[in-house]
């Protein structure tokens, strides 16, 4: 669960980004999914461990946000 990003031509959609390394860029290997919702159910994760989110908005002229900061999720 995020809040809602602001922009001047608004937020059409979040894309979802995962990794296993807390450091790490958003880019196309570790997209796990879209949503236009201020949530996200990652329903693909492996018992035990920990991995790391980070959420870039997209707004209506497909322009992107700057990445939020990592969020940390044990499982």
């Known amino acids: 669960i995020w809040r809602a990003?602001?922009?001047?031509q608004g937020v059409r959609y979040y894309n979802i980004y995962r990794s296993n390394l807390t450091d790490f860029s958003p880019g196309p290997g570790c997209l796990i999914g879209s949503t236009s919702e201020l949530f996200f159910i990652d329903t693909n994760?492996?018992?035990g461990g920990?991995?790391?989110?980070?959420i870039v908005g997209?707004?209506?002229w497909d322009n992107r946000s700057l990445p939020s900061a990592v969020l940390a999720v044990s499982n």
């Not at 990003?5 to 001047?8: F, K, R």
């Not at 920990?50 to 980070?54: K, Q, S, T, V």
Request: charged fraction near 35%.
């Open 5 to 8: 990003s602001t922009g001047l």
């Open 45 to 47: 994760l492996e018992r």
């Open 50 to 54: 920990e991995c790391f989110y980070r």
């Open 58 to 60: 997209v707004d209506n």
